[in-house]
C-alpha cells in the first residue's frame, strides 16, 4: 500500500533525478498542477492538467535546463493516511551550460485521491523566493545541500550550516520563519 509520503517521495526521485516514468507513480491521471511564482529567475507555466503535460512540466523541460538538483520538504512526512498536506520546501540546482545555481523555497499544497494508493490529484506549488548565484559558488551550495536530510528535513536543521553568502539571507529568513 502507498501511502501520502511515498507520492511526495516519489514526486520528488522524479523531479530531481530526471526520472518522468515515476509520476505516474505518484500522480494521478487527471492531476491538477498550479504554479504560483512570485519571482522572476525561474518560470513555469501557471496552471497544468492531466499526468503528461505535468510530467512535461516538472520532469522533462525542468531537467533540460538543471541538473544537480535537491529537494527537501521541511517537515515531518506527511501521515500515511492524509487526504490534504502543506509543508515548505527548499531546492538548490544548478544551470546546464551557464553554471549558475538557483536555490529557491516556497510551499507545497498537496491534496490526495482517497483509497489504497493515495495518488496526487491537484499539487499547488508556490514558489516565494529564488535566488541566483555564481558558478563559483558551486561546490559551497552542493556541499550544503548534499548534507541536509533527503527528502524530508526540519525547517531550522536546513539551515545549520547555509552558507554566509549575501544572495541566501532571504531564503535562509524564510525557511526560519522571518517572511
Known amino acids: 500500500m502507498r501511502d501520502a509520503s511515498d507520492a511526495i517521495r516519489t514526486y520528488i526521485r522524479a523531479k530531481d533525478g530526471n526520472r518522468p516514468h515515476l509520476l ?3 500522480f494521478a491521471l487527471d492531476v491538477n498542477l498550479e504554479v504560483v511564482n512570485k ?13 503528461d503535460a505535468v510530467t512535461d512540466a516538472l520532469v522533462r523541460r525542468f531537467s533540460r535546463e538543471f541538473e544537480n538538483v535537491y529537494t527537501f520538504c521541511l517537515s515531518s512526512p506527511a501521515k500515511p493516511e492524509c487526504h490534504q498536506f502543506s509543508c515548505d520546501w527548499l531546492v538548490g540546482m544548478s544551470s546546464k551550460g551557464r553554471g549558475d545555481i538557483r536555490v529557491g523555497c516556497g510551499r507545497y499544497d498537496w491534496f490526495f485521491q482517497p483509497g489504497e494508493q493515495s495518488l496526487v ?5 508556490t514558489i516565494e523566493r529564488m535566488k541566483i548565484l555564481s558558478p563559483d559558488h558551486l561546490n559551497a551550495i552542493m556541499g550544503w545541500l548534499a548534507d541536509i536530510s533527503y527528502p524530508w528535513c526540519p525547517a531550522q536543521a536546513a539551515t545549520v550550516n547555509i ?10 529568513d524564510y525557511i526560519n520563519g522571518r517572511r
Open 24 to 26: 505516474g507513480r505518484a
Open 39 to 51: 519571482t522572476d529567475a525561474i518560470s513555469f507555466p501557471s496552471s497544468v492538467t492531466g499526468l
Open 121 to 125: 490529484e491537484r499539487l499547488k506549488i
Open 163 to 172: 552558507p554566509r553568502l549575501q544572495e541566501l539571507v532571504e531564503i535562509r
